[in-house]
């Protein structure tokens, strides 16, 4: 079931996404536009999952935690930190708006599985860690610096917005047989209840 939250983080109205069927909890993002602002998040451009390129072979990388994600396409450029779980059962978020969250209860970014990385869209002080993910489109690259070895280089394969209403949680959180990425952050402003109505997921692939 869906489940909202207010007066979450820094202030902000807090948009949940659905119970994770997969790992067994909720996500978790939040965001709240600067007050008197008009700056809005990129909007993406379809909100059903756009065609991902074929499928490819790919050797996974040796377990590393992420502490950069990079998206030179929209400028992105913010500090990882691991979360686990909140005291409710969600996932937890950073306790900076500006930093994303890597989820330590999937795998770290390159190994086998799917990785899942969350972030605040904004906050009170106005854009945050995941403000330019609704500009991404397929073919998009997605760097994560690790904490040894060399980046994972991920292509985006696909982005779809998601009521809380209708989150298909297996499909967002469920494993993988191969090496993918998942960022997710809130998207579909609601001006009247001041929060999100859904939330942005972006799927990577890791590149041969």
């Known amino acids: 079931m869906p489940r909202i939250r207010l007066g979450g983080r820094r202030g902000a109205c807090t948009a949940a996404a659905t119970a994770c069927t997969a790992i067994g909890v909720a996500l978790v993002v939040s965001g709240l536009p600067t007050a008197g602002s008009s700056r809005l998040p990129p909007t993406p451009a379809a909100t059903a999952p756009r065609a991902a390129p074929p499928a490819s072979s790919t050797r996974a990388l040796a377990r590393a935690q992420p502490h ?8 992105l450029e913010v ?10 059962g969600s996932i937890a978020l950073p306790g900076d708006a500006d930093h994303a969250g890597w989820f330590t209860h999937t795998p770290t970014p390159g190994q086998n599985g799917n990785a899942v990385v969350v972030g605040h869209v904004d906050s009170e002080s106005g854009p945050a860690a995941f403000y330019g993910l609704g500009a991404l489109r397929p073919g998009d690259r ?12 991920f292509t985006v394969t696909d982005t779809a917005v998601h009521s809380r209403e209708d989150f298909p ?11 993918r990425l998942t ?20 799927r990577a692939r890791l590149t041969p």
């Open 142 to 153: 997605v760097l994560v610096d690790r904490e040894r070895g060399p980046a994972a280089e």
């Open 183 to 202: 960022l997710i952050t809130c998207a579909d402003w609601d001006p009247e209840r001041r929060t999100y109505r859904a939330n942005l997921v972006v």
């Open 68 to 75: 950069r994600v990079r998206v030179p396409a929209v400028g």
């Open 169 to 179: 949680s297996e499909a967002v959180y469920g494993p993988t047989t191969e090496p």
């Open 79 to 88: 500090e990882t930190e691991p979360v686990g779980l909140d005291v409710d």
